[in-house]
Structure formats: structure tokens, C-alpha cells
């Protein structure tokens, strides 16, 4: 079975650029979670898409957006890039409501110079 | 402010010796806990849980025990391997916030 897979592997922008980060669950699995892990902090959630809906929204700016799509692929976008998004963005998928069963992608390098 | 606080950043142990990893929470509606672990290059893969109802569980070399009033958890690793050298992340969630708050790891190195 194919686990999550998250596309650019690594992605360099400059400032005020918009990225865009994408992420395939695991089949079967509807629910898709994005976290952003800056240097030397934990995973900071982001957002939580169930159903092709938002379901929840960390305490983020609108800067950062997303979408999920019907076959439960998931799109990140991050608008008017900073310095400080510099991180590791990762992307998680589960059953429905199983929020506590979460696997976990390899994650998106995004570099922001 | 951190709910879910990992206060070692790094952890040396011998192969063969018990590993010991720390996680203190402040939110006293988590009552659900998680232990993943990170390879570089890796995402988080789940390692163990324990529920609030339960003051330990076990898995294998993998321990987690839990102290409700002391708001603490932690992971024993025993006998400690050189594959478990990795980062380590504590994770508390609720019925009522669904997503998991999750510490900022702990990285275990394991000598052989």
C-alpha cells in the first residue's frame, strides 16, 4: 500500500512569491492535515481538510491557504512568501475522524530566500 | 505558549541501556497521548498511545506511562538499538480540538 506522498521535494522561492505544495493520502483515507516544522520547533498544525471541506484552521494567516480536491488529494498554498516560512511542511492523512491515527508524508522543503 | 513541552532537546544513550524520554503538558483536557518518531528525510511515524484512562502501555521495547497530576509522560526504550536513534515527538490531544498538539521532539542517539 502506497503511503502519503507530498510533491516538490524540496522548493526555493524568493519573497513575496506564492508556493504551492501537494499531497496525495493514502487510499481510502479522507482526511488530509498539513503542519509547518521550523527550524527547532514541533509540528505546528495548519489545516485540516475532511470531505473536500476545511474542518479546522491553526492559528495561521490567510496567507496560507488550501484546498482538497475529490479524489481527497490536497493542494497548500502560501501567498506573499516571508523570510520566516522557511520550514519543513508536512502533510498527514487518515480514515475519517480516526484524527489520532495520522500518517504522515515525507514532507516539503520550502526555502525562502 | 507551549502546551505540549519536550524540555530535552537531545538524548546519548549506550546500545543495551534504557532510553528515557520526558514530555510534560499544561492542558489539563488532553486525554489522548502520542509518541512518533522522525527519521531525517522521514515524516513522523507513529511509534505508541495511551489514553488518560490507562497509566501505562506497552509495546514491545516501547513503554509509555503516563502521571495524570503531574500532567507527564514519558517513552522507555529497552534495550535501547542504534536504529532507534531519531527524533522524537510527544503529541496530547482532546475529544474537543480532534488535532494533536505536539511537542518540539527530543533527539535520541543510541551508541552502539
Known amino acids: 500500500e502506497a503511503g502519503v506522498t507530498q510533491s516538490p521535494t524540496h522548493l526555493i522561492k524568493t519573497r513575496g512569491q506564492q508556493a504551492t505544495l501537494r499531497c496525495s493520502p493514502i487510499s481510502g483515507h479522507t482526511s488530509v492535515y498539513w503542519y509547518q516544522q521550523a527550524l527547532g520547533l514541533g509540528l505546528q498544525f495548519l489545516l485540516w481538510?475532511?470531505?473536500?471541506?476545511?474542518?479546522n484552521r491553526g492559528n495561521f494567516p490567510p496567507r496560507f491557504s488550501g484546498r482538497q480536491f475529490p479524489n481527497y488529494s490536497s493542494e497548500l498554498n502560501v501567498n506573499a512568501l516571508e523570510l520566516e516560512d522557511s520550514a519543513l511542511y508536512l502533510c498527514?492523512?487518515?480514515?475519517?475522524?480516526?484524527?489520532?491515527?495520522?500518517?504522515f508524508g515525507p514532507g516539503t522543503r520550502l526555502t525562502v530566500l | 505558549d507551549q502546551q505540549v513541552k519536550q524540555n530535552s532537546p537531545s538524548l546519548s544513550v549506550q546500545e543495551g541501556r534504557i532510553s528515557i524520554l520526558n514530555c510534560d503538558y499544561t492542558n489539563s483536557m488532553f486525554d489522548y497521548f502520542l509518541w512518533y518518531k522522525k527519521y531525517p528525510a522521514e515524516g513522523p511515524t507513529f511509534l505508541i498511545s495511551?489514553?488518560?484512562?490507562?497509566d501505562k502501555n506497552e509495546d514491545g521495547r516501547f513503554t509509555v506511562f503516563l502521571n495524570k497530576s503531574a500532567k507527564h509522560l514519558s517513552l522507555h526504550i529497552v534495550p535501547s538499538q542504534p536504529g532507534d536513534s531519531a527524533v522524537y515527538f510527544c503529541a496530547a490531544a482532546s475529544g474537543g480540538s480532534y488535532i494533536p498538539t505536539f511537542g518540539r521532539g527530543t533527539s535520541l542517539i543510541v551508541h552502539p
Open positions: 498527514a492523512s487518515s480514515r475519517q475522524g480516526a484524527y489520532n491515527e495520522q500518517f
Open positions: 481538510y475532511d470531505e473536500g471541506e476545511e474542518r
Open positions: 495511551i489514553s488518560s484512562i490507562k
